[in-house]
């Protein structure tokens, strides 16, 4: 807020009582206890103290039409959901950054504390998993499935899956439709 350490003029004093009057009336709306005591402010000091304590507290506050306001999904979620919606694009942290609205560092350090591994690991993990299940579950093509995970075409798909995983997406796909297609042995059967 800017306060100067001692006051003397009366002219600050107009200023910070300008101040806690444009304070109080945005607390009232929201929390009509703090607006109170805001209220009661008499000195700089005993107006530190209550903004300090406001905002401590305010992670317990709650506002009164917290029923009709839906709720926010958890950072975890939002990220996930972005990047399952985008990874078509051929996702970046670049992208990511803009869509948090923070500096793409500051993005890179949070995505880490936030998600346990870096923003790269995490992209082609999630990217081997979807493309894992897709050779496995679906007919598509492997430029198809590139395409899907994010890359220009499937010889870049291609090579990232088989430095990956150690097979192309063609043998993935045919050495899991072969361990499907073997006749699994049942249980022995008693002759009765």
């Known amino acids: 807020m800017g306060f100067a350490p001692h006051m003397t003029k009366p002219s600050e004093s107009i200023m910070l009582t300008g101040r806690i009057h444009t304070l109080t009336a945005e607390l009232s709306r929201y929390a009509p206890q703090w607006a109170d005591r805001l209220a009661q402010v008499k000195s700089e000091r005993e107006l530190l103290e209550v903004v300090s304590s406001l905002f401590n507290l305010a992670h317990i506050l709650?506002?009164?039409?917290?029923?009709?306001?839906p709720?926010?999904?958890s950072l975890p979620t939002r990220i996930h959901k972005f990047m399952t919606d985008n990874l078509h694009r051929g996702l970046t942290l670049k992208l990511l950054s803009q869509f948090l609205g923070y500096?793409?560092?500051?993005?890179s350090d949070l995505f880490h504390s936030t998600m346990g591994e870096s923003f790269s690991a995490h992209l082609k993990r999630r990217r081997?998993?979807?493309?894992?299940?897709?050779l496995e579950t679906t007919d598509k093509?492997?430029?198809?499935i590139a395409t899907?995970?994010?890359?220009?075409?499937?010889?870049?798909f291609s090579h990232f899956?088989?430095?990956?995983?150690g097979q192309s997406p063609i043998q993935f796909r045919s050495e899991r439709?072969?361990?499907?297609s073997k006749p699994r042995p049942g249980p022995a059967r008693n002759p009765s």
């Not at 709650?62 to 306001?69: F, H, M, Q, S, V």
């Not at 500096?103 to 993005?107: N, T």
């Not at 093509?141 to 198809?144: F, K, Q, T, W």
């Not at 439709?177 to 499907?180: A, V």
Request: aromatic fraction near 8%; include cysteine.
């Open 128 to 134: 081997l998993e979807i493309a894992s299940r897709l």
């Open 103 to 107: 500096s793409e560092k500051y993005c």
């Open 161 to 165: 899956f088989k430095r990956a995983t």
């Open 177 to 180: 439709s072969r361990r499907l």
């Open 62 to 69: 709650k506002p009164e039409d917290e029923d009709t306001a």
């Open 71 to 73: 709720p926010q999904p």
């Open 141 to 144: 093509g492997v430029a198809e």
């Open 148 to 156: 899907v995970i994010g890359f220009c075409d499937q010889f870049a």
